[in-house]
């Protein structure tokens, strides 16, 4: 009785002042705390988007294509790796930082499960990632799938570059890595109009207890070689097999060799025994008169025009340059 009576009682001034104190003092609370919240999330938005993130809020990555690694490298964004594909290679200044970093499959055959298990945020790689059944369980555990197209011009090479530093958030690394490779492409062209005529270069692939295989039109090895003033020596497409005889009528003037062993970055004179043991009619060709090897590094040959094919492009556009030079001083 007591309590009803208390209930239904009229409200004296008082008790309604101290209702609406009551009211104000609850709206300017839940007023504050959705503007806290807001702006919390608002600083969280924004903070993922800065370029320089604290270590727990940046990006975790998984490079599947070393050319793709290698950019990220470049970009001084190694902290951020937690995966790479088999192709991809780590500088040995950098390995002592990165020995957290797990080491996948093949590009092409990636494990989704192993990939879910380092909990990344990215998985970047080429148009040739895949499984695609793999990249899917990825988008479904709410992973970034990123494919960059492979570049085979600079334009393309500087576009993904963007499109990385955004993801990283490095846009001052991104313009000084531009700016480096355009003087460095710049060069190889300055070698390239030295050149008056297109010497013969041959790509071998060599590998052990198999026929070399021959890098023809539209590879990653006829990029370089026509980035570094060359002409192909292979008239096919893709790549194929070649027997000895057949290198022999190919002829070229200088061989590019990548080897899937560590036995390949040697010196000339040990890479030429190498050979032509291997290859014996390789020693009757005109790269073979002038020991004229050059060792290309297997991350070179993937995903298209990217840091390690401009260096052997490079280190290519030089040897036609001093071969050239030495032809003309014997005529």
Known sequence: MTSQTIFCRKLTFSDKAFAIRALIITMGATIIFS??????????????????L????????????A????????????????????TSQIPEKLAPAMTQVQRLGYHRMLSAEGIIALNPSH????????????????????????????????????DNI??????VGKPSSALELKRTLKQQLAQIADKRSQLTSK??????????????????????????INLAGGANAADFDSYKSVSGEGI????????????????????TAALFDEVTKQIPLVA???????????????????????????????????TLVQQFLVTQEIK
């Open 67 to 86: 050319g793709v690694t290698e950019l990220i490298l470049a970009l001084a964004a190694a902290p951020q790796l937690v995966g790479i594909d088999s």
């Open 199 to 224: 010497p013969k270069v041959l790509f071998l692939l060599l590998q052990e207890g198999r026929p070399a295989r021959v890098g023809g039109k539209d590879t990653a090895a006829d990029l370089i």
């Open 284 to 318: 009757h060709t005109k790269a073979g008169q002038q020991q004229a090897f050059i060792n290309l590094k297997p991350e070179a040959l993937i995903g298209g025009l990217g840091l390690s094919a401009i260096d052997a492009a490079d280190t290519l556009a030089n």
């Open 54 to 65: 604290p270590e727990t809020q940046q990006p975790r990555l998984v490079s599947a294509g």
């Open 35 to 52: 503007a806290s919240y807001a702006l919390a999330n608002v600083t969280s938005a924004s903070a993922e988007q800065a370029v320089n």
């Open 162 to 167: 963007d499109s990385l530093s955004e993801i």
């Open 248 to 267: 022999l009528a190919l002829n070229p003037e200088v061989i590019l060799l990548s080897h899937r062993s560590e036995q390949s970055m040697q010196a």
């Open 123 to 158: 998985v970047i790689g080429s148009e040739v990632m895949g499984p695609e059944s793999s990249l899917n369980l990825l988008t479904q555990a709410n992973i970034h799938v990123i494919k960059l197209n492979s570049a085979t011009t600079e334009q393309q090479l500087m």
